[in-house]
Nanobody
Framework: QVLLTESGGGSVQSGGSLRLSCAVS????????KAWLRQAPGKEREGVAV???????RYADSVKGRFTISQDNAKNTLYLQMNSLKPEDTAMYYC?????????????????WGQGTQVTVSS
């Protein structure tokens, strides 16, 4: 059974920072494409940051220079460091894995998902 468990969400003021974690069991994350995606109320789910199976990292334009995705293979955990947060970053954040290939920001390609962690940024 593959289980993804996110943590680290919360409420911060604009300009603040948060670090999200995604602990994975039942799947070795170093061998697959993995990502952080988010969904704000009334909006479609969007990709935020991706690491593919070869270590190539991509970011959505809206978070470049502010967010950093990383992984700890020994802990089988994915992270998202979020700095200089803005109110428009408010959303439910999900980590996800793709067992074959990498569709990067195409959320339909991810077949394992966590339950999500809420991030709220106030102005």
């Amino acid at each position: 059974q593959v289980l993804l468990t996110e943590s680290g969400g919360g409420s911060v003021q604009s300009g603040g920072s948060l670090r999200l974690s995604c602990a994975v069991s039942g799947y070795i994350i170093s061998r697959v494409c993995k990502a952080w995606l988010r969904q704000a109320p009334g909006k479609e789910r969007e990709g935020v940051a991706v690491i593919d199976a070869f270590g190539d990292v991509r970011y959505a334009d809206s978070v470049k220079g502010r967010f950093t995705i990383s992984q700890d293979n020994a802990k089988n955990t994915l992270y998202l460091q979020m700095n200089s947060l803005k109110p428009e970053d408010t959303a439910m954040y999900y980590c996800a894995l793709q067992s074959y290939g990498c569709g990067y920001f195409n959320s339909d390609r991810y077949n394992y998902w966590g339950q999500g962690t809420q991030v709220t940024v106030s102005s």
